[in-house]
C-alpha cells in the first residue's frame, strides 16, 4: 500500500512570495494528484500527471518519478491561495484503485 | 452537468441510528469512490464502483457500512448503529475511467 508524506505540514508567507510544497510516495504510479482543500470541505482537483511538469497559471507541479518525489509551487503567492493542499496517489499505484492522501499542507498568505 | 453532488451536507444524528447518503456522480463518469476524512487529516479511501461493481473495500469498511451503486449512476453509503467515531466528512468522487476525479462537496457527519 502506497504511504504518502507531504512537507510542510503548516506554511504561513507574505503575499508574493514563492511556495513550494512537497510531496513523497512509497510505491511506483500511474499518477499523482495535487488538491485544494477550502474550510467547508470542498475539494478541488488542481493537477493530475504522470511525467514531468505541468503548469496552470500561477501554480506549477512538478514530478520525479525515479525519486517518487512531487512538488507544487505557487509563484506570486496571494491571500486567495490560502487553503490545504492535498497530495493524493493510487493506493496501490495503479489507476485501478482509489487514493490514498498525504495529510495536506495548511497554507496561509497574508497580506 | 453542475458536477458531482452530495445529499445532505450536514447531517446530525443520535448514537445507534442508520444513517444514509446519497452520491449523484458527474453523468458519464463510470467510477465512483467514497472517502472519510476526519478533522486535520488527509482523507481516507473507503470504497469504489465501476459502473455497478463495487470492486474495492478498504479495511476502514465494517460491518455498519454498506455501499450500492445499483444502476451505475448515484450511490448510497449507509451507516448503521452509528458510534461517535463515524463522525467525519464524506466525501464523494467520480471519474471516466483513471481520468483526473472530481469530487463533492462532501456530507458532514455529527454523531451525538
Known amino acids: 500500500k502506497n504511504e504518502v508524506e507531504q512537507s510542510p505540514q503548516n506554511l504561513t508567507a507574505q503575499e508574493g512570495e514563492f511556495i513550494t510544497i512537497n510531496c513523497s510516495y512509497s510505491?511506483?504510479?500511474?499518477?499523482l494528484h495535487w488538491l485544494q482543500q477550502h474550510p467547508g470541505g470542498g475539494i478541488v482537483s488542481l493537477f493530475m500527471l504522470s511525467s514531468g511538469k505541468k503548469k496552470h497559471g500561477r501554480l506549477i507541479a512538478t514530478i520525479n518519478i525515479q525519486e517518487k518525489h512531487s512538488s507544487l509551487h505557487i509563484t506570486a503567492s496571494h491571500p486567495r491561495d490560502s487553503a490545504v493542499y492535498i497530495c493524493?496517489?493510487?493506493?496501490?499505484?495503479?489507476?485501478?484503485?482509489?487514493?490514498?492522501f498525504g495529510k495536506g499542507t495548511h497554507l496561509i498568505i497574508q497580506p | 452537468d453542475t458536477g458531482v453532488s452530495q445529499d445532505p451536507r450536514h447531517k446530525i444524528t443520535k448514537r445507534g441510528q442508520n444513517v444514509t447518503f446519497r452520491c449523484d456522480p458527474i453523468?458519464?463518469?463510470?467510477?465512483l469512490y467514497w472517502y472519510r476524512q476526519t478533522l486535520g487529516q488527509g482523507p481516507e479511501f473507503l470504497t469504489y464502483?465501476?459502473?455497478?461493481?463495487?470492486?474495492?473495500k478498504s479495511r476502514l469498511l465494517s460491518d455498519r457500512f454498506s455501499a450500492e451503486r445499483p444502476k451505475g449512476s448515484f450511490s448510497t453509503l449507509e451507516i448503521q448503529r452509528t458510534e461517535q467515531g463515524d463522525s467525519a466528512m464524506y466525501l464523494c468522487?467520480?471519474?471516466?475511467?483513471?481520468?483526473?476525479?472530481?469530487f463533492g462537496q462532501g456530507t458532514r457527519l455529527t454523531v451525538v
Open positions: 453523468s458519464e463518469h463510470n467510477r
Open positions: 468522487a467520480s471519474s471516466f475511467w483513471a481520468a483526473e476525479a472530481f
Open positions: 464502483f465501476q459502473n455497478e461493481a463495487q470492486l474495492e
Open positions: 493524493a496517489v493510487p493506493v496501490s499505484g495503479g489507476g485501478a484503485d482509489g487514493l490514498t
Open positions: 510505491v511506483g504510479i500511474s499518477a
